[in-house]
Nanobody
């Protein structure tokens, strides 16, 4: 059973930066696909970025050029570097993992963290 713990959220002004961390335990991190998703009040959970166990990465169009996903396998940790934050980035951010196919759909991820709140003030 994989456990995920996010950290690094908070309140930031528009244009600022945050780095989210996702610490994993209980599984073989290097063989997992890791995704970041977010959910704003009243909206469906949406894909932000994902990294395949091979190191391949994908980012949503809405965050390309501003957010970067990365992973440190020896540290069992994934990161989401968020720059040039906008008010529309305000949401709860979730880290998720899957040992199955690499996907940008939250429905295919079986392990989830508790989420961390990111609030961007304009």
């Amino acid at each position: 059973q994989v456990q995920l713990v996010e950290s690094g959220g908070g309140l930031v002004q528009a244009g600022g930066s945050l780095r989210l961390s996702c610490a994993a335990s209980g599984g073989s991190f290097s063989s997992l696909n890791i995704g970041w998703f977010r959910q704003a009040p009243g909206k469906e959970r949406e894909f932000v970025a994902a990294t395949k166990w091979t190191g391949y990465t994908a980012h949503a169009d809405s965050v390309k050029g501003r957010f970067t996903i990365s992973r440190d396998n020896p540290e069992n940790t994934a990161y989401l570097q968020m720059n040039s934050l906008k008010s529309e980035d305000t949401a709860v951010y979730y880290c998720a993992a899957t040992s199955a196919l690499f996907s940008t759909s939250y429905r295919l991820y079986e392990y989830w963290g508790q989420g961390t709140q990111v609030t961007v003030s304009s």
